[in-house]
């Protein structure tokens, strides 16, 4: 099931995570108090230009000295510390989250267009397929950051005290796990660079899709099928740069009944999209919320086989799996509505 | 002192208290195992039985019964009679033994260790009677990525140009059979059929007859090592040009259709002379490297413009993958790949059963080296060899084909009984003979419909079985492995297939 739920003030005006939190946790009927998580954008001014590496630490014995080890190789760590956190009575605390301000050597990227990101981006899948043990890097963007946990929406939020960050877009998931329960890797948002995703739902093509990414030099390493969106996003928006509407065109296209009824244009192009990028087609139900710096995009499967609702208020676009978390968070919500199935629902910066 | 006889492959028995004397059987059998005589009585010679099952499809008191291996051997399970048999018909003759159809040895079929996925509670089965559920699939080469930009005034540009590649309704095509292997009759049944589910057939290495020239935009023309029947009309016709480089029962050797198979019409077909063997050397004369592969393809594309598809059929052997990637490197558009289960006319026997591997294998290394190699999107994997029901499909499909080749069952839809003597060409039912009497008794306007019948059952079981697996887009089930399990496989076939076993 899973409740999920995004904003953004396209003002770029700042919302703690007051708000979210309860919104979350209104949808506890949608999870079963084994994982949630939030997402913020914007939270780390001071550290504005390093990517903010959040890593879970099983012990800082081994686990971290290898992974200080491997990333001072790579760049300069400009500041680290434990992630503050407060104890709550029903959540296991399981790992020691961690958060590095990293800024890569960008000249040891030979061959690359955008080296530093890059970097990261190899240092996260080499830091998460197990080659170093006890180590899982959840979060990897600039002047953002995931937090996440095994337990329900309000233990997790005050656990990593949500409240005292300041962000203008967030994103939150509450979770019930079938596959890997009680994982803190497992919970949502997932991150990679800057983008970060809460996804309710199941990807009927993972393994289409996996094998896709992973021919285009990513590693699936959360044994779960929410990663692969984070990663086709990464590839597709950063590599491939498309934009955003045409990436979730890809993801979840039209039918080819409706693209042979489209004026020669429409229909090239759909074609060529539906052509090249079959293998990045997400089949199975599914609602997203997808977060970058500049914005955020939501959509449905082909079917819209898993709800998915929007509200406007002002400067602030909510996309969310049901209406009343919507207005929880903000009870002077104007303008509700359902997207249709595969219809992109895209909230951008403007500034 | 002579080897006498072996014994009776099978034997033939008319129940004659059942038995009208209607003769039928005997207008029938074109082996001649029934002999009326002239007192009305039948007299059956067994011996020259093949179990085509003409005789007893067409017994209006179903009268006919016939065993098989009604002589026991002393039983023995190295020397198996089949072996016995081998050695004392070669002392005999001095010759290769030929076969016909597929691999007839009892290796065992990893599609039957092979199980499909179907959803339960956390994602819904997809209903196809209420919901699309899209099969139509293109076959050709794709570009690695799109150049797609917003322009000032929003608008979206796409800059990437497509090359052409074949739309089928459904990823089922029938493979190359050539008019002179099989009746003309026989291969405007395949085209209409073609036609009429908007897929293709190939013509085979026999050239195009004109009758065919209607359904020419659903043939595939083949390009093979002897060359017979190609000329720049047939190549401006067909949908799309298939170099065959091997065939998958009988990797690494060429064809041969003897001269009695070789009447005015097929010998025009073919341009070659009436009555002459028809000899495909083994390898294509102007092709020793990946290289001079890669020239003809190119010759080809040249000679028509660049605006058809090129394949490249080669037979599944040990390093199918890297011939593959190889291909792949070429500007070929498709790989079409043989396994060792593929049905021929006549093949030496020790090559059909003995050469090659299973294109389960085949497929599943030949796209994970491909998507290894990052040029996955470079060409279309066709699969062909063995593929008798929709479930064989769908696990080609999910194992990374894009399109299945059926051969043998599409001429299975026409009456074929799978007896294996089609190097004869006295097939009973019409198909793998240019006997004219026998080419009368195959009615295309019947036989195209029981073709299209079987590909629109199976494209509606296809449609089932991803609905139940939550899939409405084939492109989702395509290379989908996670959707399989392994049931009863080894460790290392599972490594080769990467599937993991039942229950994992
Ligand atoms: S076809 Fe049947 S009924 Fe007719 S003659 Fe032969 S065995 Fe008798
Ligand atoms: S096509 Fe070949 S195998 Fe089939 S019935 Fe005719 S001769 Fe026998």
Redesign the interface.
């Given at each position: 099931m899973c409740g999920i739920i995004g904003v953004i003030d396209r003002q770029k005006q700042k919302m703690n995570g007051s708000g979210i939190k309860e919104a979350l946790s209104l949808m506890n009927e949608r999870g079963s108090g084994e994982g949630a998580g939030y997402a913020a954008y914007g939270i780390y001014p001071d550290f504005e230009d390093c990517y903010a590496l959040h890593i879970f630490f099983d012990n800082l014995v081994e686990p971290k000295s290898k992974v200080d080890d491997i990333i001072q190789k790579w760049g300069r760590v400009v500041h680290q510390e434990e992630i503050p956190t407060k104890e709550q009575p029903n959540l296991k605390r399981s790992h020691v989250p961690w958060r590095y301000f990293f800024k890569p050597y960008t000249d040891l990227m030979t061959g690359s267009l955008t080296p530093d990101e890059d970097i990261v981006k190899y240092l996260v899948m080499e830091i998460n397929s197990s080659t170093i043990e006890g180590a899982l890097v959840f979060s990897s963007g600039k002047n953002m950051g995931v937090f996440k946990a095994a337990g329900w929406p309000e233990d997790v939020a005050n656990f990593y005290k949500i409240d005292e960050y300041e962000g203008y877009i967030w994103l939150a998931h509450n979770r019930y796990p079938?596959n890997t329960p009680g994982w803190w890797g497992g919970a949502h948002p997932f991150n990679l660079l800057n983008w970060s995703v809460v996804h309710n739902?199941?990807i009927?093509?993972?393994?289409?899709n996996?094998?896709y990414v992973?021919?285009?030099g990513y590693q699936c390493t959360m044994y779960t099928d929410t990663e692969v969106v984070a990663y086709l996003f990464d590839l597709l928006g950063r590599?491939?740069e498309?934009?955003s509407?045409?990436i979730v065109k890809a993801m979840a296209p039209p039918?080819?009944?409706e693209i042979d009824e489209m004026n020669d244009k429409e229909r090239?192009?759909n074609?060529?999209?539906?052509?090249?990028?079959?293998?990045a087609?997400?089949?199975?139900?599914f609602a997203i919320v997808v977060a970058t710096h500049d914005g955020i995009v939501g959509f449905t499967d082909?079917?819209k086989?898993r709800p998915l609702v929007v509200g406007e208020h002002g400067s602030r676009l909510y996309i969310s799996s049901e209406e009343a978390a919507i207005r929880t968070m903000d009870p002077q919500v104007e303008d509700i509505h359902m997207p249709g199935a595969g219809e992109p629902v895209i909230g951008r910066v403007v500034t | 002192m002579s080897l006498g006889s072996v014994p009776l492959k099978y034997r033939i028995q008319i129940d004659r208290q059942q038995c009208m004397q209607c003769m039928r059987c005997v207008y029938n059998c074109s082996y001649g195992v029934f002999r009326e005589e002239d007192d009305g009585n039948i007299l059956i010679d067994s011996r020259k039985c093949t179990a085509c099952h003409r005789c007893i499809s067409m017994c209006p008191r179903d009268a006919i019964n016939l065993s098989e291996h009604p002589v026991d051997y002393r039983s023995h399970p190295l020397w198996t009679p089949q072996a016995r048999e081998d050695v004392i018909n070669q002392s005999r003759s001095g010759r290769i033994v030929l076969a016909g159809m597929g691999n007839a040895k009892d290796y065992p079929i990893i599609y039957d260790r092979l199980v499909l996925d179907a959803?339960q509670v956390?994602?819904?089965s997809?209903d196809p009677l209420r919901?699309?559920m899209?099969l139509?699939t293109?076959l050709g080469q794709?570009?690695?990525?799109?150049d797609?930009r917003?322009q000032e005034n929003g608008e979206?540009k796409?800059n990437?140009k497509?090359s052409p590649?074949l739309e089928l309704q459904t990823p089922i095509m029938i493979g190359h059979m050539s008019y002179g292997a099989i009746s003309l009759n026989a291969q405007l049944s395949l085209a209409k059929a073609a036609a009429k589910t908007g897929t293709y057939m190939g013509t085979g290495e026999g050239g195009l007859h004109k009758d065919i020239y209607p359904y020419q935009d659903n043939v595939i023309v083949q390009v093979a090592s002897g060359r017979f029947g190609v000329d720049i009309n047939y190549l401006d016709r067909g949908a799309a040009i298939e170099i065959k480089i091997g065939q998958g029962a009988k990797p690494g050797i060429g064809g041969h259709l003897p001269g009695e198979k070789v009447c005015t019409d097929v010998s025009c077909t073919r341009m070659i002379p009436a009555g002459s063997d028809a000899i495909s050397p083994a390898p294509h004369h102007d092709i020793y490297s990946i290289e001079d592969l890669a020239q003809l393809v190119r010759g080809l594309k040249e000679a028509t413009e660049w605006k058809k598809p090129v394949f490249v059929k080669i037979a599944a052997v040990h390093n199918v993958a890297a011939v593959a990637a190889g291909i792949a490197r070429s500007s070929a558009d498709a790989v079409v790949i043989d396994g060792f289960r593929g049905g021929t006319g006549a093949a030496p026997k020790v090559f059909r059963d003995n050469v090659g591997i299973p294109i389960e294998a085949a497929i599943a290394s030949v796209d994970q080296k491909l998507?290894?190699q990052?040029i996955?999107?470079k060409v279309s994997v066709i699969a062909s060899g063995g593929i008798r029901n929709s479930a064989d499909i769908a696990k080609s499909i999910?194992l990374g084909a894009d399109a299945v080749y059926i051969g043998t069952a599409a001429l299975i839809s026409m009456g074929c009984r799978v007896c294996g003597n089609c190097y004869r060409g006295l097939c009973p039912w019409g198909i793998a003979t240019q006997r004219e009497d026998l080419v009368s008794r195959l009615d295309p306007e019947v036989e195209s419909e029981h073709v299209a019948n079987l590909i629109k059952s199976w494209t509606l079981e296809l449609s089932e079985l991803m609905g139940a697996?939550?899939?409405?887009?084939i492109?989702?089930?395509?290379?989908?492995?996670?959707?399989l399990r392994g049931y009863m496989l080894d460790e290392g076939t599972l490594d080769v297939l990467q599937v993991k076993p039942v229950g994992a």
């Open positions: 079938t739902g199941e009927t093509s993972y393994g289409t996996q094998r992973e021919s285009n590599h491939h498309l934009p509407e045409i039918f080819w009944d090239e192009l074609k060529a999209i539906r052509l090249t990028y079959g293998p087609l997400m089949n199975g139900p082909r079917i086989l | 959803c956390t994602n819904p997809i919901e699309p899209e139509r293109y794709k570009p690695s990525k799109l797609i917003k979206i796409l990437t497509l590649n998507n290894d990052g996955r999107n999910a697996a939550g899939i409405n887009s492109e989702s089930l395509r290379g989908n492995r996670s959707r």
